[in-house]
């Protein structure tokens, strides 16, 4: 099974953009990627994400969205777990810049896990993603198909009712 977990205690701090971007560089990061904005670079990913936010003045707010998934046996390799990170993320790259980072860390079934940042505010019109539960749906529906696994997720504290 696939555990999609949605972390929303960003604390509406712009500064959480740089934190969370300089977390994804832990020491047990196997790759790296994005799409939109610089994923190499913490202090030009944080520039870059902020600079969407000035020019549609939404900078207020839950600065970004952060999904955590861990994978199951289904991604056996940095590789592989690379590739499902880069498909995970392209979902969203047609709106928002995107950060996706595999981090290697064994925890039960789940041997790697991968950090999904999202600008909050769409760089095409400007307009704050919700996150609302239809919109987990169907993207745990995505997951699903490209993982062939069932997926659990979990709203901060708030558990799906039942696996996708």
Request: net charge positive; aromatic share 14%.
């Amino acid at each position: 099974m696939v555990y999609v977990k949605v972390i929303r205690n960003t604390y509406a701090d712009l500064s959480y953009i740089h934190n969370l971007c300089d977390y994804v560089f832990k020491d047990d990061l196997r790759g790296v990627g994005g799409y939109g904005v610089n994923p190499y670079h913490p202090d030009l990913a944080d520039a870059q994400m902020r600079f969407i936010k000035v020019c549609y003045g939404k900078e207020s707010g839950n600065p970004l969205i952060h999904m955590m998934i861990s994978l199951d046996e289904c991604a056996e390799t940095k590789e592989k777990a690379c590739e499902f990170a880069n498909k995970f993320a392209r979902y969203y790259m047609d709106k928002y810049q995107v950060i996706w980072a595999v981090h290697e860390k064994e925890r039960g079934a789940s041997r790697f896990h991968v950090h999904l940042i999202l600008n909050s505010v769409s760089y095409v019109n400007g307009k704050m993603f919700h996150g609302d539960i239809g919109e987990m749906h169907a993207y745990n529906k995505y997951i699903s198909k490209l993982t062939k696994r069932k997926v659990w997720f979990v709203f901060e504290g708030k558990t799906s009712k039942s696996p996708i």
